[in-house]
């Protein structure tokens, strides 16, 4: 549904975007982390048409944004970083304005049949303020819907953003940082909707919060510096990465561990990091990744006169592949 | 061209919600009153004719066209609503018109208020009333291209006092600049380059009922120009 082919996007000197290849599959909601400064935004940007590349090709549905920017926008629905909106309108009027224009342009532009019909249907005034009110209804708005967007605090205007992309049913829906400024009841719903939204239309989320992108995406991927050093499905990149960094398991040795020991582990071949658990005596080692295997600590305990107490691998949580992954220079 | 309407709608629905329009609106209708009434003084002179209401248009329209054109595109970039509006699925010219048609209703509706002026006095004596047509459609003519100008000043601008300043200085020049001549002289080919490029020049002869084709079109061709560098800029914008 979305392809992206070798996209390049520069401001200035600045390489904010760098050869960026990736596909997105239909019906699947993909997470895209990256720190601050990474191109997720500008990504965003040239995805949904507002920036074209300087280099590289964007694909919605076989168009390229660049040649046919109206056709590939119609299958878009878009929530810009900081959920921009007009202050002066009412969050009805506002969706009123979004699904004339873009259902209005579907069916002049020659979307399929499905689409026409559609946008056909949502132009029938009835059916149109059935359609408004139900999507008001999906995104929590309705107490608000007739208040001007200025008057409205930061979790409403996301949510009306949310709305005004979901207005004309797209294909495609690619979200920037959606649920920022919710708070966490809010958020556990807007997580639960974009996973419903997930079950019909190509969905991409932008976060800081590896834990949402966890909680809502079947797929990630990680950009870098403007690169993409990670990217499929959660479950294979966190197992991949992790032996790519390495494993991590807890260890606790009898007697407890003391700054000698600690000094000691620190300088064994096949440890890469150590850090003491807080409150549990244990400490979470991570090994070299060509390291054999726990066998470096059973020797370890040996030599020192130690028993092991406890001996448990750690599965490599997301949080820690992207710590890595980012901390580091970019990966070939 | 359905999209085309809704982003007018929009365009208005902001317009008759901001103050800056209530604003412009009293000021040119109290200020074209004023200088009709007051400075012309049109109840001294025995003439049947709205002439001077209209001559002041230009220099009014000076302040009045950018108070209504510096949102526009500039407000767009620096609320970051332009992410909305620009990731629609219509074409840069559409944005463009729609945003113009917006924008020229708001002044229709100001230059519809001046009407019951012309209604008012029409008993006094016997006016021309193809010269207060030929008027009106002078002014339309005037307030479409100081219209189209102020929103390409806008769409180079990312706050709206820089777009207001620029657009007034722009239309200020426009519109005293086939007046230079008075002040300083200047070389007759010089001159008439400078004649034809004010907006003023060419609202002459609508102010004194003539209907001149050749200034229609140099008002047609001008906005059409800064409607489709409006459109060129924001493609660039989005290649930038």
């Given at each position: 549904m979305i392809d992206v082919q070798d996209v390049c996007k520069s401001y200035g000197k600045l390489r904010a975007v760098d050869q960026v290849s990736f596909s997105l599959?239909?019906?699947?909601?993909?997470?895209?982390?990256?720190?601050?400064?990474?191109?997720?935004?500008?990504?965003?940007?040239?995805?949904?048409?507002?920036?074209?590349?300087?280099?590289?090709?964007?694909?919605?549905?076989?168009?390229?944004?660049?040649?046919?920017?109206?056709?590939?926008?119609?299958?878009?629905?878009?929530?810009?970083?900081?959920?921009?909106?007009?202050?002066?309108?009412?969050?009805?009027?506002l969706l009123e304005f979004v699904l004339a224009a873009r259902a209005r342009s579907a069916a002049a532009l020659g979307q399929s049949t499905i689409r026409k019909q559609t946008g056909r249907r949502l132009l029938r005034r009835h059916g149109q303020r059935e359609h408004i009110e139900s999507v008001i209804e999906k995104v929590g708005i309705s107490e608000v819907k007739s208040r001007t967007i200025g008057s409205l605090s930061r979790g409403y205007k996301q949510r009306v953003a949310v709305g005004a992309a979901l207005i004309a049913s797209p294909q495609v829906l690619v979200l920037d940082e959606p649920t920022s400024a919710l708070d966490p009841n809010q958020t556990h719903e807007m997580r639960q909707l974009i996973r419903e939204l997930g079950h019909d239309a190509t969905v991409l989320v932008s976060s800081h919060v590896l834990s949402e992108i966890e909680a809502v995406c079947s797929d990630a991927v990680i950009l870098h510096r403007g690169r993409v050093v990670g990217r499929g499905d959660i479950a294979s990149l966190r197992r991949e990465l992790s032996a790519g960094i390495g494993e991590r398991i807890r260890v606790a040795f009898d007697p407890e561990y003391n700054d000698d020991i600690l000094v000691a582990l620190r300088s064994t071949p096949g440890i890469a990091e150590l850090e003491p658990e807080l409150n549990t005596g244990a400490l979470l080692v991570r090994l070299q990744p060509n390291a054999e295997g726990p066998q470096v600590l059973f020797d370890f305990a040996a030599k020192q006169g130690l028993k092991l107490k406890r001996l448990e691998p750690l599965e490599g949580g997301l949080e820690e592949v992207f710590r890595v992954l980012t901390a580091e220079e970019v990966l070939p | 061209m359905n999209g085309l309407l809704a982003l007018t709608r929009k365009e208005l629905r902001i317009q008759f919600s901001s103050p800056p329009m209530y604003i412009a609106t009293a000021f040119l209708l109290s200020a074209a009153a004023m200088w009709f009434f007051l400075v012309h003084g049109f109840l001294a002179r025995d003439t049947a004719t709205l002439r001077g209401y209209f001559a002041a248009m230009p220099l009014l329209l000076v302040l009045v066209i950018p108070a209504l054109t510096m949102k526009g595109w500039a407000e767009e970039y620096r609320l970051g609503t332009s992410e909305l509006l620009l990731t629609l699925p219509l074409r840069s010219v559409e944005l463009v018109v729609g945003k113009y048609l917006g924008t020229m209703l708001i002044v229709l509706c100001m230059l519809l208020l001046t009407l019951p002026v012309a209604f008012l006095l029409m008993p006094l004596g016997e006016f021309d009333l193809g010269q207060i047509v030929t008027e009106y459609i002078g002014t339309i003519l005037i307030s479409g291209t100081a219209v189209a100008l102020g929103l390409f000043i806008s769409v180079l601008c990312t706050n709206q006092s820089t777009a207001f300043t620029g657009a007034a200085g722009l239309l200020l020049v426009l519109t005293l600049i086939g007046r230079l001549e008075v002040l300083i002289s200047l070389p007759g080919p010089l001159a008439g380059v400078l004649r034809y490029v004010s907006l003023d020049t060419h609202f002459d002869g609508f102010v004194r009922g003539v209907l001149d084709f050749r200034a229609l079109w140099y008002y047609l061709w001008l906005t059409s120009l800064c409607l489709y560098l409006t459109a060129v800029v924001l493609e660039a914008r989005r290649r930038a």
């Open positions: 599959s239909s019906q699947r909601v993909t997470g895209l982390l990256g720190p601050n400064g990474a191109g997720k935004t500008t990504l965003m940007r040239l995805l949904t048409g507002y920036l074209y590349p300087d280099a590289g090709v964007v694909l919605i549905d076989g168009i390229d944004i660049a040649v046919h920017p109206a056709q590939a926008r119609a299958k878009i629905g878009y929530v810009p970083e900081n959920a921009p909106l007009y202050p002066e309108l009412t969050p009805y009027e | -």
